[in-house]
């Protein structure tokens, strides 16, 4: 099947296995600020997709966000080279979806500098066409802001032709807001509540190609 020209991708979470760089990092500095705060690792593993600033905001008001953020970045560098990987098939799927003629590209929460490292972490940097950080944008997702600058870069005007794959609620209302189809990946440990309200539901990478080649 070849409906669309242009597949948008999240990125942790759907192209980047983040999950336990994530936890270690929140682990670690609710050790240093909040040692009296619990949470679980169920808990943690929602704090990917959100925008930082919004989660440190949250979770610690009594420090400036700004400040909190930057350790956050900091802190996660000590996790992510031995903890951040690719997906199963990931590597072979996104290769035949690029010989197959479609534009790929990225649009995520996640600052520009971490999002270049993941990438080449995972072997997955020469893919995409257009790549939409949160540097990139006034307004992070679920703001539909990302979807259409990606769409404008690559020339791409209509929205029938596009389809955004991400693995948290926050996509769906991302591709909801900007009127373009959704693609939800069950593999990570989120439970989705819009999961059934996706255009397609994928367990696995593989499932993934079937359907879009």
């Avoid at 990917?48 to 905001?57: C, D, F, K, L």
């Avoid at 997955?124 to 944008?137: G, L, Q």
């Avoid at 009127?179 to 509540?193: A, H």
Wanted: hydrophobic share 35%; charged share 30%; net charge negative.
């Amino acid at each position: 099947m070849k409906k669309y020209k242009l597949i948008l991708f999240d990125l942790d979470g759907t192209l980047c296995n983040t999950d336990e760089m994530v936890v270690q990092s929140y682990l670690k500095i609710y050790e240093d600020y909040e040692p009296k705060v619990r949470r679980s690792r169920e808990e943690l593993y929602y704090f990917s997709g959100p925008p930082v600033e919004e989660t440190m905001a949250k979770e610690f008001p009594d420090y400036p966000t700004e400040m909190m953020c930057k350790i956050y970045r900091e802190v996660s560098k000590d996790f992510y080279d031995s903890t951040v990987t690719a997906y199963e098939g990931e590597v072979e799927v996104l290769s035949a979806l690029k010989q197959a003629g479609y534009l790929l590209g990225i649009v995520t929460n996640k600052a520009n500098m971490m999002l270049r490292h993941s990438l080449k972490l995972c072997h997955i940097d020469n893919f995409f066409d257009a790549i939409i950080s949160s540097n990139d944008v006034k307004k992070p997702k679920p703001s539909p802001e990302g979807i259409f600058k990606a769409m404008n870069i690559l020339g791409i005007k209509n929205k029938e032709e596009v389809i955004y794959i991400g693995d948290n609620d926050l996509d769906y209302k991302t591709a909801e807001n900007a009127g373009i189809d959704s693609m939800l990946v069950s593999w990570g440990p989120r439970k989705l509540k819009c999961l059934d309200e996706a255009k397609y539901q994928v367990k696995s990478y593989k499932e993934m190609g079937e359907i879009l080649l």
